[in-house]
């Protein structure tokens, strides 16, 4: 914009108080259309400067309340109401306090709800209904996922509902939203009924919503500019997933990959990589204290045989970016399927989770393993061959195709949840399968070979690697690992596994295959949390299942031009 297209502005808004009687009762609306137009002026000046300096114009702001902190946290600069650098800290040592707490209640919620819904079944879960007579246990493993299918899907009319409230109140809303607080935790309501019935998500994206919700209650109350909002969501992140899976290590990776790689901050201030370690570190620590220190599984001892073993390591890692692929797929396809027969047949929002509920049910006749029980699921593949209970490997090879397609199911239904327990799953039981396989072919060829080892060890590589692939988090995967099994022998095979892993989307991407991307991942690797302007949110909520949960990052990470960031950030906060 040129020098001449704001002198009009800058006139006009000098002009306005020549034309205006302070006496009369319309001052002080005049007067908030006084402080809007320096606002914007401001604004333009800024563009017109940063054109003349031949950087990138600022992003465009909200529009918002004048003088409040919701329009004053778009921009640069702050005001003498901004608190200093060492609140930040203290906010942040909060932030990781209320999130942990808030996991830990979610976690709690769960189980509650499993124990309930589950009752008279061992805590072995799978391995226990896999042992029994379906006769006798077929009409629970239908009736409870479909029952929490409903039940989720009733609470997306509700949400509907508040939907409608919440627009008809948005122009009277002044200061603080507080009707902000109830759709986050409705939905981490929906995610504790989706997991205690059972159905084929995980508690992690739920967990990293909750932390991203504090964040969001902490902006609300204070002044902001776009380095503070970007360390509160940061530090959101990295306490959802400290406290979700006891590693403080992994929370901190997780929120550099996710918030601040997508928005080219990794050379942000000192105050937020300090808000970040705070939060990670005091959200692993109440949930040490609230939930107990034992690991979210049963890490086997790993071992490394030789270093022949790398090559097998490194095919691995391309497989299960094959199966990452495959299943990124099958989310998309289930997404469009569901909202297609929604929308063909206008049913209520009841019907699509009730139906993603009843084929988990369907599944899991054959294949329990696919169903919710914690890691407890996890824990039997890492010991496959240690138990007679225990799934050998072409069971497992079954059990890995089928927890795709019920996980896929589950997602694109709207049931609530997280891809990372269920990447996990997939992932061990993939490795389980290939090292087994590869161990009783070099044997075959060379016998006697003890070159190979266990495979419980492809199974763990075989987790960080399509963790990784699924979910774009390639530092976070190692650093989870590495965290969970203390172990540095681990982390050759383990790199060079999730390399390959995170590659082969890449190349799917690059064939030409995008829509599958753009679909999962609108913006920088987030489901958005925002609507589109074209659909109101519980429209937009449904068939995407959970708004938070870390999805697929583009090769191009910045399709929308130079004011992605701003769209971005405005994506980052939950509504």
């Not at 400067?49 to 918002?64: I, L």
């Not at 790689?261 to 705070?278: G, Q, V």
């Not at 692993?284 to 090559?311: C, D, H, M, Q």
């Not at 495979?455 to 965290?483: D, H, K």
Request: charged share 15%; hydrophobic share 45%.
């Amino acid at each position: 914009m040129a020098q001449s297209d704001v002198e009009p502005l800058r006139s006009g808004a000098g002009a306005l108080p020549s034309s205006t009687d302070p006496d009369s009762p319309s001052t002080p609306r005049r007067s908030r259309v006084r402080e809007l137009l320096r606002n914007l002026d401001r604004r333009l000046s800024s563009r017109v400067r940063h054109h003349a300096e031949g950087g990138p114009a600022p992003p465009a702001a909200r529009a918002g309340e004048p003088g409040s902190a919701r329009g004053q946290e778009d921009s640069d600069e702050l005001g003498d109401g901004a608190p200093p650098e060492w609140a930040l800290l203290l906010v942040g040592c909060l932030l990781g306090l209320a999130t942990g707490i808030c996991v830990a209640a979610f976690n709690r919620g769960v189980h509650v709800i499993h124990e309930w819904a589950w009752a008279g079944t061992p805590t072995e879960g799978a391995a226990w209904l896999r042992l029994q007579r379906l006769a006798d246990t077929w009409h629970r493993i239908l009736l409870i996922p479909v029952t929490g299918g409903v039940v989720v899907g009733m609470m997306h009319g509700l949400l509907e509902i508040f939907e409608q409230i919440k627009q008809s109140l948005s122009s009277q809303r002044e200061g603080v939203d507080f009707m902000a607080a109830i759709f986050p935790s409705i939905k981490a309501i929906q995610a504790a009924i989706t997991l205690g019935t059972g159905c084929s998500l995980g508690p992690e994206g739920p967990s990293v919503d909750i932390g991203k919700s504090c964040a969001n209650g902490c902006a609300e109350m204070m002044e902001n500019n776009r380095e503070r909002r970007i360390a509160l969501v940061a530090a959101g992140s990295a306490a959802g997933i400290a406290s979700g899976f006891n590693a403080a290590v992994a929370g901190c990776f997780f929120a550099i990959e996710t918030v601040l790689r997508p928005l080219r901050a990794e050379n942000s201030p000192p105050f937020t990589t300090a808000m970040i370690i705070l939060a990670s570190v005091i959200s692993s620590t109440v949930s040490n204290v609230l939930l107990g220190e034992k690991a979210a599984f049963i890490v086997p001892t790993y071992e490394l045989k030789s270093a022949a073993e790398l090559p097998l390591y490194l095919i691995l890692g391309m497989l299960c970016g094959v199966v990452s692929v495959a299943f990124r797929q099958l989310v998309v396809w289930f997404t469009k399927t569901f909202d297609l027969i929604r929308k063909k047949f206008n049913l209520p929002a009841v019907v699509c989770p009730a139906l993603g509920g009843l084929g988990a049910g369907l599944i899991a006749l054959r294949y329990p393993g696919i169903l919710y029980w914690g890691f407890t699921n996890v824990d039997e593949i890492l010991h496959t061959g240690k138990s007679a209970s225990a799934p050998g490997i072409w069971l497992l090879a079954q059990l890995a195709a089928a927890k795709v397609v019920a996980t896929a199911l589950c997602k694109g239904s709207g049931l609530v949840g997280g891809l990372y327990a269920p990447s996990l799953m997939i992932g061990a039981a993939v490795g389980a399968v290939f090292g087994g396989s590869a161990a009783e072919l070099i044997n075959s060829v060379i016998p006697g070979n003890t070159a190979v080892a266990h495979p419980q060890a492809y199974a763990l590589v075989g987790m960080a690697a399509t963790l990784a692939s699924v979910c774009s988090v390639p530092l976070t995967s190692v650093l989870l690992l590495f965290e969970l099994t203390k172990d540095y022998r681990i982390l050759l095979p383990l790199m060079g596994a999730v390399g390959l892993a995170i590659w082969v989307p890449s190349v799917v991407n690059q064939s030409g295959n995008k829509e599958m991307f753009e679909a999962t991942s609108p913006r920088h690797g987030y489901s958005s949390l925002l609507p589109p302007p074209d659909r109101n949110e519980t429209d937009w909520r449904r068939p995407d299942g959970d708004d938070v949960e870390l999805a697929i990052l583009e090769d191009d990470p910045y399709p929308y031009g130079s004011n992605n960031e701003e769209m971005l950030l405005d994506d980052l906060k939950v509504p």
